[in-house]
């Protein structure tokens, strides 16, 4: 099982990136998904995450910004980000819960993509 994450780049701020991210392998069900993010010289923080059935979270700092997407048919969830700020450059990590079709339930991680807003 594996989380591929892309969709990071260099934008100037108030500009605007869609991060992807898919599910593979062996999986029978994904649960909760979520985004965090590692700026330098930070802990990871958690940046949204969306339930089975749709609903969504946010931290503070990108609500009416961001937004948390997913769809279940292609294991995939979706962090659209719009009016972005220096302050948002970062590493951008996917994670999800996921059921394998061997019986366990653990949480996965992405590789990471780097999302660099320029003033």
């Known amino acids: 099982v594996q989380l591929q994450a892309s969709g990071g780049g260099l934008v100037q701020a108030g500009g605007a990136l869609q991060l992807s991210c898919a599910a593979s392998?062996?999986?029978?069900?994904?649960?909760?998904m979520a985004w965090y993010r590692q700026a330098p010289g930070k802990q990871r923080e958690l940046v949204a995450t969306i339930t089975g059935g749709g609903s969504t979270n946010y931290v503070d700092s990108v609500k009416g910004r961001f937004a948390i997407s997913r769809v279940n048919a292609k294991k995939a969830v979706y962090l659209q980000m719009n009016s972005l700020k220096p302050e948002d450059t970062a590493v951008y990590y996917c994670?999800?819960?996921?059921?394998?079709?061997?019986?366990?339930?653990?949480?996965?991680w992405g590789q990471g993509t780097l999302v660099t807003v320029s003033s």
């Open positions: 392998g062996s999986i029978l069900t994904v649960g909760d």
């Open positions: 994670n999800a819960g996921i059921y394998t079709t061997w019986g366990s339930l653990r949480q996965y």
